[in-house]
């Protein structure tokens, strides 16, 4: 049997395989582009793609593909073989520096908001020189953007990589006022922890809503759920610790630092987490770690449910995105650190991450918000809708001491220079444990905790690297000009506290008075998709993304149409099933049954006259209620669904399927959901929710 480092990266172009198969200086400025961000010198492609494409076929390749991400929030890809026609008839295998650098993918057939009609619908793939190619089904893959022929970005990769470019510019720019010379690189980090259900391929496939939506549209809580709490972290069931056997192994082929993984709290739930790398990577890994989990589940007969709520009254499922910055010596920036001007460094960085959260509420929201995400943001156990930082008692401390000026009580040592290096070491139990902020600050790094588990973590990290960039570059433009940069740092983080705190929040997020109390400090509550998209094209958002070049007007304004088509098709498919499902099976199925109840109960009176047959009246007159409440609420919805082809502009439409399509659907439900109740087993037309939570 293979060993873990036998198999681990097995499949990936990475750093090893490049420098033993490219020569010194092209390896030597390949390494260059990764490392430091320098652009890619063209000349070096044809040798990397020849050494890709050796080492592609003797791993068993056939195939190349540029590997993207569209708008869509999964990967695409488009296979071509490496073969070449020669003249003599014969064929020899091929792939030149060309075809690694670019690809041209029809754009026409994925999202691109109003750019389809401004610009040609061709659109192109780029090589990512920042990302291993690996391979996956014999085919080698390379992780690419992808651009309209404008240039203009029509992926999630793209703005990711240009925010990390400018929060690497404007931590460089700080790093430098506090003396690091021979820092030459910064990178934000962050390690995805990756939440889904398994449930028994059998049963999904006897469920349209789970084919078509990922989610159930009806079914009643089983009489056990999670109220014991005995799933979490309990002991892995043989299935399942089989297929978690070999969803690490092919993690680990793919190079993916797969760590731990352990039931969560509701039944059927479990959690993959990844030891953290660069956001790029991370990224990658997360689409390749969604798209193995339900390869893997597929061969061991059950369905991964990767949708943020697939059961209506059980936990949710998230990411939770640890995110952190790291200097190309090593250094992580939210490392409290021993000195005093390690700690003023620190608490610069720091604040720099509380002003961006509390100024771009808005955004941080809105790249979290899916129509998925709206079941699960502020139901059971998930983070509300509201977005807030937890810091922990030992820094709260810190931070008060340091808005009032006054000297830390804690572990004093006797030197004022700072005035902030009194900070204590931080054990990292002593922090996180407020499983209900929704960016937690946990030691280290920030834990954002309302990413849904579908998403590409792609948005959510695009918009941290981005504000933080901003507040790092407004905190940079006053210290460079700075007469007494000790005193101006300390000022600026108190400045920053008093002017920021109403962003932090120690206490239960999930209590009713979070809700008040927040709204009594003016803090957002986006509570749905709709109320959140239009934030992307407000002025001040606009100024914010074109300032570091990460996303221009035009891009910002095609991905807010985007956003709001997405969120009108999931619900319109939604609707469609749901009024599929009622009409086709339950009505049909509960109407057998109510005859069923009605046969029994002439033949019964036939038999013996006085019988008594007050169960099949009452349930027979129950259920025929509720089987008329049912089919005159479908009708409803099926009317509203009419309604929303007149509609021309998408805000509107998309206001009109949150108010009243989904509205009509849990009217819907509820009724199906009490038919579900009262109807025998045999006569329920598909799984329910204690089948499949109990299935594997
Ligand atoms: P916790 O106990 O807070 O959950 P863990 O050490 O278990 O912390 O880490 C949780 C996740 O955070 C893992 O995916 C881990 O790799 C990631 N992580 C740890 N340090 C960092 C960092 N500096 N930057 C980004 N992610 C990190
Ligand atoms: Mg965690």
């Not at 056939?62 to 070449?84: R, V």
């Not at 936990?315 to 995110?323: A, E, F, P, Q, T």
């Not at 200097?327 to 961006?356: M, R, W």
């Not at 129950?622 to 502009?649: H, M, P, V, W």
Request: proline fraction near 4%; charged fraction near 25%; glycine fraction near 6%.
């Amino acid at each position: 049997m293979e060993t873990v480092s036998d198999i681990f990266g097995k499949l990936v172009f990475n750093d090893k395989v490049m420098s033993e198969r490219l020569p010194k200086d092209v390896y030597d400025a390949l390494k260059k582009t990764i490392d430091m961000g320098k652009s890619l010198d063209r000349s070096i492609a044809d040798v990397v793609a020849n050494a890709m494409k050796d080492w592609a076929i003797e791993n068993g390749a056939t195939h190349y593909t540029h590997w993207f991400q569209p708008l869509t929030g999964i990967t695409a890809e488009k296979h071509d073989s490496f073969i070449s026609p020669k003249s003599n008839g014969t064929a020899i295998m091929e792939f030149s520096g060309k075809e690694l650098i670019k690809g041209e993918p029809d754009a026409s057939s994925f999202p691109t908001g109003g750019l389809r009609a401004t610009f040609e619908a061709r659109g192109y793939t780029a090589w990512d020189p920042t990302s291993y190619a690996f391979i996956k089904d014999d085919t080698l893959c390379i992780p690419s953007v992808f651009c309209s022929y404008g240039g203009q970005a029509l992926d999630k990769k793209t703005p990711l990589l240009r925010s990390m470019e400018a929060i690497r510019k404007q931590a460089l720019r700080i790093l430098r006022l506090f003396g690091n010379e021979d820092v030459k690189s910064v990178t934000t980090t962050v390690g995805a922890e990756q939440e889904y259900f398994l449930v028994d391929r059998e049963l999904f496939e006897k469920r349209k809503d789970l084919i078509f939506c990922g989610r159930t549209l009806f079914g009643a809580r089983p009489p056990k759920g999670q109220d014991l709490e005995d799933h979490y972290s309990g002991s892995i069931n043989p299935r399942v610790k089989a297929f978690m056997a070999e969803l690490d192994r092919e993690l680990w082929k793919l190079g993916i630092l797969a760590k731990t993984e352990h039931n969560e709290v509701a039944p059927a739930q479990h959690e993959l987490a990844p030891i953290y790398t660069n956001t790029n990577i991370a990224t990658d890994h997360n689409q390749l770690t969604m798209e193995t989990i339900k390869k893997v589940a597929m061969r061991h007969g059950m369905v991964c449910l990767l949708h943020e709520k697939p059961f209506e009254g059980v936990n949710g499922s998230g990411k939770h995105n640890n995110w952190s910055f790291q200097t190309d010596t090593g250094v992580n920036l939210l490392e409290p650190g021993d000195s005093p001007s390690e700690n003023a460094q620190f608490l610069l960085f720091f604040a720099s991450v509380i002003k961006a959260v509390d100024k771009y509420q808005d955004l941080l929201r809105l790249s979290v918000a899916s129509p998925g995400n709206d079941h699960r943001l502020g139901a059971h156990e998930a983070p509300p809708a509201i977005i807030s930082i937890f810091v922990g008692e030992d820094l709260q401390e810190v931070l008060d001491s340091i808005e009032n000026s006054s000297i830390p009580t804690q572990k004093g040592r006797q030197e004022m220079k700072f005035g902030v290096h009194v900070l204590p070491r931080f054990f990292k139990d002593t922090t996180d444990r407020n499983r209900t902020s929704p960016f937690a600050f946990t030691g280290n790094k920030f834990e954002f905790r309302m990413v849904g588990s579908s998403q590409s973590i792609a948005d959510p990290n695009t918009v941290i690297n981005t504000i933080v960039a901003e507040e790092l570059s407004n905190f940079a433009d006053i210290l460079e000009k700075s007469k007494n940069f000790e005193n101006d740092v300390l000022n600026l983080v108190r400045q920053t506290i008093i002017e920021h705190k109403r962003i932090i929040f120690n206490g239960n997020n999930y209590s009713g008075e979070w809700v008040a109390e927040a709204k009594r400090r003016g803090l957002l509550n986006l509570e749905t998709t709709v109320d959140a998209i239009p934030c992307l094209i407000s002025e001040k958002n606009i100024k914010l993304f074109t300032k570091h070049g990460v996303l221009s007007e035009t891009e910002l304004y095609s991905r807010y149409e985007i956003l709001l088509e997405n969120y009108c098709k999931v619900l319109s498919i939604e609707a469609l099933t749901m009024i599929d499902m009622a009409r086709k099976e339950i009505i049909p199925s509960v109407t057998s049954y109510i005859r069923q109840l009605s046969e029994t109960a002439i033949a019964k009176k036939q038999i013996l006259p006085g019988v008594n047959w007050d169960v099949e009246k009452e349930l027979v007159s129950k259920l025929s209620s509720l089987c008329a409440e049912l089919y005159r609420n479908i009708e409803f919805l099926d009317g509203a669904l009419q309604k929303t082809k007149k509609y021309t502009d998408l805000l509107e439409c998309a206001v009109f399927y949150k108010d009243t399509i989904l509205k009509a659907m849990r009217k819907s439900r509820a009724v199906a959901d009490q038919m579900e109740l009262l109807t025998g087993i045999q006569h329920w037309p598909f799984p329910t929710f204690s089948d499949l939570l109990f299935s594997v």
